[in-house]
């Protein structure tokens, strides 16, 4: 049971350059998650899907696009980087509900120079 | 949404002793209360949560207490170990909003040996 799978781990990007983040969880979860972490400003809610079909913006999502591309899989992308967008990357995922257990990924270390 | 905030941001405790971290929220209608632990590396992991009607919920050296009234819950743990070493969030919620999970800034916990 690999819970949720993010790639890659790391990536380093040129100022203006895009790339997709990906994430896939095999728990059958409805909810899907993505979050930054910046040195104390703790995790900082991105985009999230309650359920296959539908996304709905966090606390910061200029600069970002997802797309729930089925249960399974909730990619992140970014059209054009910017070094504000250096941080790390964690996608999570739970059962449809507030009061369950949320599973996270190991993270995508993303620079951008 | 939630309004949460963590104190304090950073604490050290001598091996042995024991370690309280405090979590205030906004939404009165929260009811699911999780601490989440992160290692260095890796996603946060939930390590203990408890539900509204539910004053105290202990497991091993670890135990979360809860103070609906005021507002806030906390996470204690005793006889502290070098591998409580990490850094802690607490993520409230269940109020009946958006499906977004809100986390605390984080609190720092390092272990004196």
């Known amino acids: 049971n690999a819970g949720v799978t993010q790639t890659p781990k790391f990536q380093v990007l040129k100022t203006g350059q895009s790339m997709t983040l990906q994430c896939a969880q095999d728990m059958n979860h409805n909810s899907m998650y993505w979050y930054r972490q910046d040195p104390g400003m703790g995790l900082r809610l991105i985009y999230y899907s309650a359920s296959e079909g539908t996304t709905d913006k966090g606390e910061v999502p200029n600069g970002y696009n997802v797309s729930r591309l089925n249960k399974r899989e909730f990619s992140l992308r970014l059209e054009s980087a910017a070094p504000s967008q250096t941080s790390v990357y964690f996608c999570?995922?739970?059962?449809?509900?507030?009061?369950?257990?949320?599973?996270f990924g190991q993270g995508t270390r993303l620079t951008v120079v | 949404g939630e309004n949460v905030e963590q104190h304090p941001s950073t604490l050290s405790v001598q091996e042995g002793d024991s370690a309280v971290i405090k979590c205030t929220y906004s939404?009165?209608?929260?009811?699911?209360f999780p601490w989440y632990k992160q290692e260095l590396g890796k996603g946060p992991q939930l390590i203990i949560d408890?539900?509204?009607?539910?004053g105290e919920k202990k497991d091993q050296r670890i135990a979360v207490t809860l103070n609906k009234t005021a507002k806030h819950f906390s996470l204690h743990i005793t006889e502290t170990q070098p591998e409580d070493s990490a850094v802690y969030f607490c993520?409230?919620?269940?109020?009946?909003?958006?499906?977004?999970?809100?986390f605390g800034k984080g609190t720092h916990l390092i272990i004196q040996p």
């Open positions: 993520a409230p919620g269940g109020g009946g909003g958006a499906d977004g999970l809100t």
């Open positions: 999570a995922s739970r059962l449809t509900g507030v009061n369950t257990e949320a599973f």
């Open positions: 939404d009165s209608a929260s009811n699911y």
């Open positions: 408890i539900r509204s009607n539910v």
